[in-house]
């Protein structure tokens, strides 16, 4: 079946690629099989996403990663996002973000498939992917197409690649951040490269949606952060982008420009749109958490409570509310305790599931209701 897919100029259009490379049509089987991909040395070919959905963007990884035989050949894709936060795979994104301050902000969510921490996007960061065979993964080398980019474009910059793959400039601020996985025979590792991203926008949603969460998931580790721009003003973000595609093709020794793709064209890209609906669906996004707990104070308007949750696979598996005696009725307590288990651990989801007790005539249980509903960000 992948033999039947074209590529063609149409579907692969681009800016300013030379002509040569676009006089042909393109099957899939060619596009395995090319000169590109069987040089012994081991030649790599840049890719440019034209999307800017998170979403997307992590799809087209995984389809490279599963349909490209990266034996032969090694890709770098190059892509940037509309605002969003990408947490990674064993992580809780309550823990990590502000899910309400994003949701005002308009900034997506995304579970991305690799390990690590928690970052922000916008299209002042430019995202990196290097794929290769499992034999050929080396972030040291990537990351040093990273760092002679810079030095090349700005020789003034002070940029390093620290012990835990980071990139620091003046040795302190972080403007690069890693993540990989490898699979039984293929693996990638991505970058983030900051050159002008909101920063005020990154500290506003990269704090926890609620305190008192305990887990095992995988902590991010916060650092001082600056943008490209800060310290070489005159940075264009083209320049950068063609810079480091440059040093990479010099690196893996590929004569080829950048080709420009579409993540949303199922003819280029068979099965990618399931793909990514899996990305964007809340069982990957949030479903995916460690199991964690919860345990907090509910200041209510006249007295202290608290409640305990445990969340597994992102659903209420037990609540245990305590509020003063006869404050409330405790039949009503145990109804509000039995309507959130099984619940998704999700405002919204609650607020229905608890409609007739967030409308009763009893003020203190549709106080205590609102109040579980902010536990939930
Ligand atoms: N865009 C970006 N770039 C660099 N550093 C960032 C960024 N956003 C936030 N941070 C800082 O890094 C820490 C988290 O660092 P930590 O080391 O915990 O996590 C990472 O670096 C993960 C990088 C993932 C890269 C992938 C590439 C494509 S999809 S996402 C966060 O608390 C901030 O202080």
């Not at 910059?157 to 302190?172: C, H, K, N, P, S």
Request: one cysteine or more; charged letters at 20%; hydrophobic letters at 40%.
């Amino acid at each position: 079946m992948m033999s039947q897919v074209r590529w063609t100029f149409s579907l692969l259009r681009g800016g300013n690629q030379r002509s040569w490379f676009w006089s042909r049509s393109w099957s899939w089987s060619w596009f395995r099989s090319s000169s590109l991909f069987t040089d012994s040395s081991s030649p790599g070919l840049v890719l440019q996403s034209r999307s800017t959905d998170v979403h997307q963007n992590l799809a087209l990884e995984d389809w490279i990663d599963a349909n490209v035989d990266l034996q032969r050949c090694g890709v770098l894709l190059l892509w940037r996002n509309r605002p969003a936060v990408v947490i990674g795979r064993h992580q809780n994104p309550w823990a990590e973000c502000d899910l309400r301050a994003m949701r005002k902000a308009g900034v997506a969510l995304a579970r991305r498939r690799s390990g690590g921490g928690t970052v922000f996007h916008d299209l002042g960061n430019l995202n990196l992917t290097f794929f290769a065979s499992k034999k050929a993964y080396d972030r040291r080398r990537n990351l040093k197409v990273v760092t002679e980019a810079l030095r090349n474009l700005r020789p003034e910059l002070d940029v390093q690649a620290t012990e835990r793959l980071d990139i620091v400039l003046d040795g302190r601020y972080k403007i690069s951040g890693t993540a990989s996985r490898l699979s039984r025979q293929s693996s990638y590792h991505h970058c983030t490269l900051l050159h002008s991203a909101d920063r005020s926008a990154l500290s506003a949603v990269l704090r926890p949606s609620c305190p008192g969460i305990h887990s095992n998931a995988t902590p991010s580790v916060p650092s001082p952060v600056a943008n490209l721009t800060d310290h070489a003003p005159s940075m264009q973000w083209e320049e950068l982008v063609e810079g480091v595609a440059q040093q990479y093709s010099k690196e893996f020794c590929s004569g080829s420009p950048t080709v420009l793709v579409n993540p949303s064209d199922e003819s280029v890209f068979p099965g990618i749109g399931r793909l990514e609906a899996e990305l964007r669906g809340w069982n990957w996004t949030f479903g995916k958490t460690p199991k964690f707990s919860v345990e907090m104070s509910l200041h209510l308007e006249e007295v202290l409570g608290s409640v305990r949750l445990q969340v597994k696979d992102g659903r209420i598996s037990s609540c245990r509310i305590q509020v003063p005696p006869g404050w409330v009725p405790q039949q009503l307590v145990g109804e509000l305790e039995n309507i959130l288990v099984g619940e998704k651990f999700c405002p919204n989801a609650a607020a229905t599931a608890a409609t007739a007790l967030l409308s009763s005539e009893n003020r203190p249980i549709r106080e205590l209701c609102a109040a579980l509903l902010q536990v939930m960000g």
